[in-house]
């Protein structure tokens, strides 16, 4: 018996995986996402530059986001459609802008690239809060 989806639909049992593995990804890029941005504040605010275990932890965090945005796309091509076309922005945003800030950042202070991957960490746990509550 295929398990209900969250809008309600019965799926196959494929399906309702690739919807709870969408939904645990969005909460995991959230958590680990707030985490970085939060470690990298607190290290800047302790006069630290950007070191190799933070900027692998961003490097985690967006393969996070790009495995949140493949089953993202298994859904929309199964046919389970967000109901709020903001829903799919939210997630473009999410997986273009930290390579965007790497490519303007490459070449600058690490100190201010610190500050910089921090914002943007918390922003993207911002972006899968407003993802979450517009996915359907």
Do not use: E, N
Not at 8 to 16: Q, V
Not at 54 to 75: E, M, N, R
Request: charged share 10%; net charge positive.
């Amino acid at each position: 018996m295929a398990a209900a989806s969250p809008t309600g639909r019965k799926g196959t049992p494929a399906l309702s995986t690739i919807v709870l593995l969408h939904d645990r990804l969005a909460t995991s890029v959230l958590l680990f996402m707030a985490a970085v941005g939060v470690w990298g504040l607190w290290t800047f605010l302790r006069g630290g530059t950007l070191s190799g275990s933070l900027a692998g932890a961003i490097t985690i965090g967006q393969v996070l986001i790009l495995a949140q945005s493949v089953a993202g796309a298994a859904l929309y091509v199964a046919g389970r459609r967000s109901p709020d076309p903001v829903h799919y922005l939210y997630g473009l945003t999410a997986v273009l802008v930290l390579p965007f800030v790497w490519t303007y950042l490459r070449t600058r202070d690490q100190r201010q690239a610190l500050l910089f991957y921090s914002i943007v960490a918390l922003f993207i746990a911002g972006l899968a809060v407003r993802g979450m509550t517009t996915g359907g």
